[in-house]
T-cell receptor, first 113, second 115 residues
């Protein structure tokens, strides 16, 4: 059974810093990996999706990398802003293209103004 | 596009009552997912449909839970009878299956409280 772990569980940094969130998964036979953002009391917003054949994806100040063989992904946030404060969730798709996702418990991020 | 629509947004009910949660996926999407989020267990997949057909319901916790997708525009998740441990936020998500690339788009969730 696929298990997804996110470290750290919580992180507080001053505005402007670059930071890295970590995600690891136990079964390397994945189809894709997705990073989400969740604001308090809200749904999930997809940030980046990396296919199993890709090594990284970039969107604005966000960069996500994938190392399937070691079962790891990282989300890099450049020049952090207070608006980046949220919970960031890593999710792995292990089955066929439209199968459900297995989620980590998330990293709660606070960016101090 | 209006995104994934869920109703109700909040539901408070008493133990033993029937609860029905509703979801309208994004138009044109062919896969629909129901997830549950709790503090203890995080986000868990309950069931998903592809082209209105249930593919995997192994995440449904008990026979008290059932889900249907009568057409491409509508799905329900029913709990009968409800119990306090069912209290959670229930999310519906949809995606367009294209090979292995399928970003899932989530609705705002239904916060269920069973007293």
């Amino acid at each position: 059974k696929q298990e997804v772990t996110q470290i750290p569980a919580a992180l507080s940094v001053p505005e402007g810093e670059n930071l890295v969130l970590n995600c690891s998964f136990t079964d390397s036979a994945i189809y894709n990996l997705q990073w989400f953002r969740q604001d308090p009391g809200k749904g999930l917003t997809s940030l980046l999706l990396i296919q199993s054949s890709q090594r990284e994806q970039t969107s604005g100040r966000l960069n996500a990398s994938l190392d399937k063989s070691s079962g790891r992904s990282t989300l890099y946030i450049a020049a952090s802003q207070p608006g980046d404060s949220a919970t960031y969730l890593c999710a792995v798709g292990s089955g066929g293209g439209a199968d459900g996702l297995t989620f980590g418990k998330g990293t709660h991020l606070i960016i101090q103004p | 596009d209006a995104g994934v629509i869920q109703s109700p947004r909040h539901e408070v009910t008493e133990m033993g009552q029937e609860v029905t949660l509703r979801c309208k996926p994004i138009s044109g999407h062919n896969s629909l997912f129901w997830y549950r989020q709790t503090m203890m267990r995080g986000l868990e997949l309950l069931i998903y449909f592809n082209n209105n057909v249930p593919i995997d319901d192994s995440g449904m916790p008990e026979d008290r839970f059932s889900a249907k997708m009568p057409n491409a525009s509508f799905s329900t998740l029913k709990i009968q009878p409800s119990e306090p441990r069912d209290s959670a936020v229930y999310f519906c998500a949809s995606s367009l299956r294209r090979g292995t690339t399928d970003t899932q788009y989530f609705g705002p969730g239904t916060r269920l409280t069973v007293l």
